[in-house]
């Protein structure tokens, strides 16, 4: 579950912890008073959208710190060995992000640093947070189409679809390739056969790379590296008064010394690996001197070499790997055009085939589908009862389509709010407050057939309010005993149900507006639902409703 959420200077934010039990975790407030932000700061450390505009005014960074306790880490602990990342202790797990007002920010992860996309992984592997106009997707068919492969574990199937339609819409993409107009073939044959030529009588080889280049270097030198290679190796062995006899004489003069001081031994036989080592230094230049070459006619050569290569260079790649791998691609693309009636006709083949085995992916896909889809209404149909559609029906309808990237599917959520009216699309006919709750029973279905351990609600009870709420929060309680589940909300009816609740407020402190998170006791909390119900302080009643309304919901 998410324990800590720690804010600093976002937004009206300047320092704010928030502390998150198990179960339903309910948050209240005045309207603007901050609620949103916190929503905001989580989705931004689990990898969302780093806005700059939204530091507080004077800051130079905000950081957001989300802590975790998993009870099984291992899907996560996974992700964090991928991305060469130190695992959950204890499943115990850190994330941090912050956003610079100048510069890039920083992603911290069990205080090693990570990458927006890793936090973005972990946020689908820990939490759903479901904001206030998320409901508006449940209209678009693909939402309900990946609700009822969700629900229906279609995932195989689906993937089995998706590798066949890749691969017909490469063969496709192949054959339009292959099928040009004649005239342009004819064109590009001639245009590919000039560069497989131009290349090819290069002769190519990876020795045309650095090789080269250092080869031409010393051709250009070549008098300059003579003349000074001769003069050390004068110096060193070669020279009248060269270092050699030097050492040499220093020798016999050693060996009479030694003859008086027994000290000298040590010292003559030092000098004499000295001369040694002298002697191989002298005939290593020399080897390597006499494979200069001087010939005006080898450097012309080279520089020739130099100029071809470049050219090329500049034409078909930064690098003689890269002008090779052009080759290469194209004469493998001229080999097609030149076999092309041949290649057709191979395509058009596997096409054909192609296409009948994503037929039966297709078929497999919508057999799976259907099978889901009554189980998946019936489920959403119970649930909507319990939220105060105590008639209401739901539908999920498959129609057949047109193959695409995810199916020959179609799907269409149906519904009847009311006894007597027939099914009709759930966008033709919902208000926002029903597209509100089927959204809320959509996620109570979801819930017991996934893993994710946190859902998040943001005001998914607006426009709603009386027993209805009460049906929301009930609801919500409900999902809680196998998520934990927080919850924003402005409705005293549906915040009763939490059982652990936090106030937002704001205040002017030094001219600057702060936030500040509190976690109520049980006197603050009927404080709490008693301004809710838009009393507070005004009459016993309105707090003694405040009480029962609480009694009630344990």
């Known amino acids: 579950m998410l324990q800590h959420l720690s ?75 991928a991305g060469g990342l130190p695992p959950c202790e204890e499943g115990s797990l850190l994330v941090r992000r912050s956003v610079a007002a100048t510069g890039a920010g920083r992603c911290l992860v069990n205080d090693a640093p990570a990458t927006a996309q890793t936090l973005r992984k972990l946020g689908s592997l820990l939490v759903d947070i479901h904001g206030p106009y998320d409901h508006q997707s449940l209209l678009d068919p693909d939402f309900q189409r990946d609700i009822l492969d969700a629900y229906g574990h279609c995932a195989p199937q689906l993937d089995e679809y998706a ?65 000074l290679g001769s003069a050390v190796t004068g110096a060193l062995t070669d020279g009248d008064t060269s270092a050699f006899d030097v050492l040499a004489n220093v020798q016999s003069q050693l060996a009479e010394l030694a003859r008086i001081l027994p000290a000298a031994v040590e010292w003559k036989a030092g000098v004499q690996e000295a001369a040694v080592q002298l002697q191989e230094l002298g005939r290593a230049i020399n080897d390597r001197l006499s494979r200069i070459d001087a010939d005006p006619a080898r450097f012309q050569q080279l520089e020739e070499r130099m100029t071809l290569v470049q050219r090329l260079k500049r034409k078909y790649g930064h690098t003689v790997g890269e002008v090779l791998a052009t080759l290469k691609r194209h004469q ?44 998946l209404a019936r489920a959403i149909t119970s649930e909507l009862h319990d939220l105060g559609f105590l008639k209401a029906g739901f539908s999920i309808g498959l129609a057949d389509c047109a193959p695409g990237p995810r199916g020959a599917d179609e799907v269409s959520f149906g519904f009847a709010p009311n006894p007597g009216e027939p099914m009709r699309p759930l966008k033709a006919i919902a208000s926002s407050g029903e597209i509100a709750r089927v959204m809320l029973a ?86 709490e639902i008693a301004r809710m119900l838009g009393g507070k302080g005004l009459t016993s009643v309105i707090e003694s409703h405040a009480r029962e309304l609480l009694a009630s919901a344990k």
Not at 333 to 358: F, K, S
Not at 493 to 519: C, D, F, N, P, W
């Open 7 to 81: 804010v600093r200077n976002l937004a009206i934010v300047e320092e704010a912890t928030a502390a998150f039990g198990p179960g339903l975790n309910i948050i209240t407030g005045e309207t603007g008073a901050g609620k949103s932000i916190l929503m905001g700061a989580l989705d931004l450390v689990l990898g969302g959208r780093a806005d700059k505009s939204a530091i507080r005014e004077g800051a130079a960074e905000a950081w957001v710190e989300a802590s975790f306790s998993l009870s099984d880490s291992r899907a996560v602990d996974a992700l964090l060995d």
């Open 332 to 375: 493998t693309r001229l080999h097609d055009l030149a076999t092309r009636t041949e290649q057709v006709a191979c395509l058009q083949t596997e096409i054909a085939a192609a296409n009948g085995a994503l037929s039966g992916k297709a078929a497999a896909l919508s057999k799976s589908r259907a099978k889901a889809a009554g189980k």
């Open 442 to 527: 959509v996620k109570a279905v979801l819930a017991a057939h996934d893993s994710i351990p946190v859902l998040v609600f943001d005001e998914i009870d607006a426009n709603i309010g009386g027993e209805v709420g009460r049906a929301v929060g009930q609801k919500l309680r409900k999902v809680a005993e196998n998520h934990q589940v927080i919850s924003i909300t402005h409705l005293p009816q549906s915040a009763v149900y939490g059982q652990q609740h936090l106030v937002v407020s704001k205040e002017v402190v030094k001219g600057r507006t702060k936030m500040r998170i509190e976690a109520l006791g049980d006197a603050q909390r009927v404080d």
């Open 163 to 227: 590798h066949s339609w890749q691969t017909l819409k490469a063969l496709e993409f192949r054959l339009r390739e292959l099928q040009g107009d004649s005239a342009d073939i004819a064109a590009e044959i001639d245009r590919l056969q000039f560069i497989v030529d131009e290349i090819s009588r290069a002769g190519l080889t990876e020795a045309d790379e650095s090789e080269l280049v250092e080869q031409h270097a010393q051709a250009a030198n070549a008098e300059q590296i003579l003349s």
